[in-house]
């Protein structure tokens, strides 16, 4: 079975959850394997007995039709507020996720390299729209930075 490789966060699950959970209830295996033909899909290798496969397979497709509208977009977020934003363990975000109606089912991915603002949000459009304009709110409410430069000019 092909799929876009933007449907394989929902297919996983957080931690894994949700494709052992699949692969438990239908008695398979579920395996991503590479396209080495296009690099915007996988392929999803089902293995268990034919009825098993089928009925995995029916809501494996299920999952993505109801995900159909699952956007990635990358935010701007000063370097300099990541932590802040993500507060101690990450409880600052998850409460800003929990407070938005549609905040639980978006993923946030911060950037490893600390000089990057680039902040990637995965979800639904509403509920990545929604998350956006929260980080953005919650980002206008922390104090100001001022970096100096070795010019001597100051930048906000």
Request: proline content about 3%; some cysteine.
């Amino acid at each position: 079975m092909e799929i876009q490789k933007k449907y394989s966060p929902i297919i996983i699950g957080k931690k894994g959850s949700k494709i052992l959970s699949l692969q438990s209830a239908f008695d398979v295996r579920i395996k991503f394997i590479e396209d080495a033909n296009d690099p915007e899909t996988e392929i999803l290798e089902i293995r268990g007995t034919a009825s098993s496969c089928s009925k995995a397979k029916k809501e494996l497709l299920r999952l993505i039709a109801e995900n159909d509208d699952i956007v990635t977009e990358t935010c701007t977020l000063p370097s300099v507020h990541h932590s802040a934003l993500i507060g101690s363990g990450g409880r600052t975000l998850r409460a800003l996720l929990d407070k938005t109606e549609h905040g639980k089912d978006i993923s946030v991915k911060f950037p490893k390299d600390k000089q990057s603002d680039g902040v990637v949000l995965m979800g639904h459009s509403k509920g990545v729209a929604e998350v956006k304009q929260a980080l953005l709110n919650m980002l206008n409410t922390l104090p100001k930075v001022l970096i100096l430069l070795g010019s001597g000019e100051i930048h906000h």
